[in-house]
């Protein structure tokens, strides 16, 4: 039953337009979430587009995204890459365009799964990453670690590098990118 919340509430069309005409310390952003093989059961699947609105329609980011009940009560995301990920392009839009994508295509992205809990009184799932191994080499950081509060018509994303497993060396500003669904 969560899972199925938690996947209703993470699709759809999300923009902080308004935090980032708040906030100059935030690029304005669209994040797409689109849900497709409907038929598989091992997870809920997603297509994922992030696009800055100051840029056009290329995403500079795009995921595939599954998220699996597990026997502790918790739901695990998975994040993969494909290999070209321009030929699902505007996919969110034209979701055909995934009906090639094949199960094989895909690679995990490694350390990097985000375990969310639901937080019945607030109303809210809070996840974030299960490790300090998703590895990324950003602004002097080796690696991320990614938290999550998502609720019914929104959600909010911090993201901060490290060098170490307690050594920050950037983040984003508190309380992280703050996107709203799109009615």
């Not at 795009?62 to 918790?74: C, H, Y």
Request: charged share 20%; hydrophobic share 35%.
């Amino acid at each position: 039953m969560q899972l199925e919340l938690l996947s209703d509430w993470f699709e759809g069309e999300f923009t902080n337009t308004n935090q980032a005409n708040k906030n100059s310390a935030f690029e304005s952003v669209q994040f797409l979430v689109r849900r497709f093989w409907h038929t598989r059961t091992d997870g809920v699947w997603f297509y994922i587009e992030q696009i800055k609105n100051e840029r056009g329609v290329l995403p500079y980011q795009q995921r595939i995204m599954q998220l699996i009940d597990q026997p502790n009560g918790l739901i695990r995301l998975h994040t993969y890459t494909t290999p070209q990920p321009i030929d699902f392009t505007g996919a969110y839009y034209q979701p055909q365009l995934l009906d090639k994508l094949t199960l094989q295509q895909l690679t995990m992205q490694q350390g990097c799964d985000i375990l969310f809990t639901y937080e019945k009184e607030l109303k809210q799932f809070v996840g974030e990453t299960e490790s300090h191994e998703c590895h990324l080499n950003f602004r002097g950081s080796t690696h991320v670690k990614i938290t999550y509060a998502l609720y019914s018509d929104q959600f909010f994303q911090q993201v901060a590098g490290y060098q170490d497993k307690e050594k920050k060396v950037w983040s984003t500003s508190a309380p992280g990118y703050h996107f709203i669904k799109k009615k």
